[in-house]
């Protein structure tokens, strides 16, 4: 069983950055895709980066291609996600995710397919 926790979120301005970090218990086997999720009030749970373990490929929500980088430190199990120019619309509980599997493209639209789960952390930008 995999326990996972977030830190790092805070309030912000727009145009600010933030970094995010999930640490796991124990290492992730290499074919396991790591993601991070977001869920603002009243709205769906929404796939904002994966990356898989082992061969390090990444995928993108659109709306944050080029400003969010997903990355980890295998060494320490930890997972990172780096926010630059935070907007508005970016403001949300961010949780970090686990999916076992033999993973070619981690899937981001499919949250149900994820195993492990931490507890969140929020994440506020003002305009």
């Known amino acids: 069983q995999v326990q996972l926790v977030e830190s790092g979120g805070g309030s912000v301005q727009a145009g600010e950055s933030l970094r995010l970090s999930c640490a796991a218990s124990?290492?992730?086997?290499?074919?396991?895709?790591l993601a991070w999720f977001r869920q603002a009030p009243g709205k769906g749970r929404e796939g904002v980066a994966a990356?898989?373990?082992?061969?390090?490929?990444?995928t993108y929500l659109d709306s944050v291609k080029g400003r969010f980088t997903i990355s980890q430190d295998k060494a320490k199990n930890t997972l990172y996600l780096q926010m630059n120019s935070l907007q508005p619309e970016d403001t949300g509980m961010y949780y970090c995710?686990?999916?076992?599997?033999?993973?070619?493209?981690?899937?981001?639209?499919?949250?149900?397919?994820?195993?492990?789960w931490g507890q969140g952390t929020q994440v506020t930008v003002s305009s």
């Open positions: 995710a686990v999916a076992r599997g033999n993973w070619d493209n981690c899937p981001l639209r499919q949250y149900y397919t994820y195993d492990y």
């Open positions: 124990t290492y992730i086997i290499s074919t396991y895709c």
């Open positions: 990356i898989i373990a082992g061969a390090g490929r990444t």
